[in-house]
């Protein structure tokens, strides 16, 4: 945590939900879950499982010392168990943490963790995708240049931009409701031995308790389930970035189509002139932390036998910092949208200035069907080359080659340069990605 950098890297709700004092609620939730589950399973009374859940709901632990204790053992939850069992006391006492090993716990606060966690996430992902929604739809007919390897390419809409940022969040918001996220319980190397046939029964009930998805087996040394989360927080990350990365290019000095509009935001500490796009910078900052705490968790995947000897305790900070970025980087993109401020004016007078030449190779389509294409390309590039060094308008310059001329008229030729009039599929595409978006809705 840091007071100073946790505003803008960590912003939104989903920081709290995997705060220290998350954590810590959720490894109190387990032993509690773990004890009334093997009361329903018949090995100890139910008045002890009462108690040890009465001190886990309601005595108080503190984070700090928790942590410092945990150096002795290599992990926060037995220090934890030992303190519950103080609490408890008398013949209850002896149940705390019965039959389970530290890695149970952790592993299944990570999970119980991510539980509630995510539907904060989620809450956002929604939210920026109503945003990019009303963006798709507004303006489904701006015509705006479409932008290939950072250049000028033949028009598309900035609806289409919205709508394939749409697109992507769907995406991510649909992986993220799909992650598994299961209980684990299997003592010491798996086999719940001590438990004796009882095992698999006590995993069902402290399944179900937790409301976690109950696994075949526990699964230890087998990281897909952490892998899988992992991934998914990446991905949305990924699409938080390049919608980002995008609105910080539109909105550059040269270029203006949009611009973040707020009260307050956007300046400069020398400059007073700049129109900062501060939500979608931050945005940007935080979707770029994501690739190498991903990799970490992969990495992390890598573990021996039965138990590992660090890979597990390796992924306890990244999976925290992991969900604290990624929730600080759809909320501040969901920012960014509220803000933006679309200039279709600007748009069109960028499309303008090259004079038509990004749609020249409509006109070599068209010409095409007469001359063939490689005498089409040929006239209509060298006309291209003389209107961008200067020599004309390119429509001028078109309607008085030899070629080009004797087949297209000059009102035809500017109708072929009129970017409004080659947008393809894009507002078929637009509506697509918007009936999709509403489909996604319901079935969720």
Not at 16 to 35: C, G, H, I, N, T
Not at 103 to 123: I, Y
Not at 275 to 284: D, H, L, T, Y
Not at 402 to 421: N, T, W, Y
Request: aromatic share 4%; hydrophobic share 45%.
């Amino acid at each position: 945590m840091s007071e100073l950098f946790d505003p803008v890297l960590a912003a939104g709700a989903v920081r709290d939900e995997v705060s220290d004092a998350a954590w810590l609620r959720a490894l109190l939730d387990v032993e509690a879950a773990l004890a009334q589950a093997e009361a329903d399973a018949g090995l100890f009374p139910r008045e002890h499982a009462d108690r040890i859940t009465e001190v886990c709901r309601e005595g108080y632990f503190d984070v700090a010392e928790i942590g410092a204790k945990a150096v002795g053992i290599g992990n926060p939850a037995a220090p934890l168990v030992r303190e519950i069992t103080t609490k408890v006391g008398g013949d209850a006492a002896r149940y705390v943490h019965f039959g389970a090993t530290s890695q149970d716990v952790m592993d299944s606060a990570a999970m119980l963790v991510a539980k509630r966690a995510l539907p904060a996430l989620l809450e956002d992902v929604e939210a920026a995708a109503e945003h990019a929604a009303r963006l798709a739809r507004e303006h489904a007919g701006t015509v705006q240049a479409g932008r290939t390897l950072l250049q000028q390419a033949i028009p598309v809409t900035f609806g289409l931009t919205a709508a394939g940022w749409l697109s992507g969040l769907d995406a991510a918001a649909r992986r993220l409701r799909g992650v598994r996220l299961a209980a684990q319980l299997g003592g010491a190397t798996g086999t719940l031995a001590s438990l004796g046939e009882r095992g698999p029964q006590v995993l069902a009930a402290f399944s179900r308790r937790l409301e976690l998805d109950e696994p075949a087996l526990p699964w230890h040394t087998e990281r897909s389930r952490i892998a899988e989360l992992a991934g998914a927080l990446g991905e949305l990350s990924g699409i938080v970035g390049g919608a980002s990365r995008t609105i910080t290019l539109l909105a550059q000095t040269e270029v203006a189509e949009v611009a973040e509009v707020a009260e307050g935001s956007g300046g400069s500490s020398t400059m007073p002139h700049k129109r900062n796009p501060v939500a979608a910078i931050a945005a940007q900052a935080a979707a770029q932390q994501a690739p190498g705490l991903v990799s970490t968790l992969l990495a992390a995947m890598t573990q021996e036998h039965q138990r590992a000897a660090g890979s597990w305790h390796a992924e306890w900070r990244p999976i925290t910092e992991l969900f604290r970025s990624t929730g600080s980087a759809i909320s501040w993109l969901c920012t960014s949208f509220e803000r933006l401020c679309v200039d279709a004016a600007r748009m069109r007078k960028n499309l303008d200035a090259t004079g038509g030449a990004i749609l020249s190779e409509r006109v070599t389509t068209e010409l095409a069907k007469d001359t063939g294409r490689l005498a089409a390309h040929d006239a209509v590039t060298e006309c291209t080359k003389r209107a961008l060094a200067g020599d004309g308008e390119l429509a001028d310059l078109l309607a008085e080659d030899p070629l080009v001329g004797k087949h297209l008229s000059r009102e035809k030729i500017g109708q072929l340069l009129d970017p409004a009039d080659y947008l393809g599929s894009a507002r078929p595409f637009v509506e697509r990605a918007l009936a999709a978006h509403a489909q996604r809705k319901e079935a969720s």
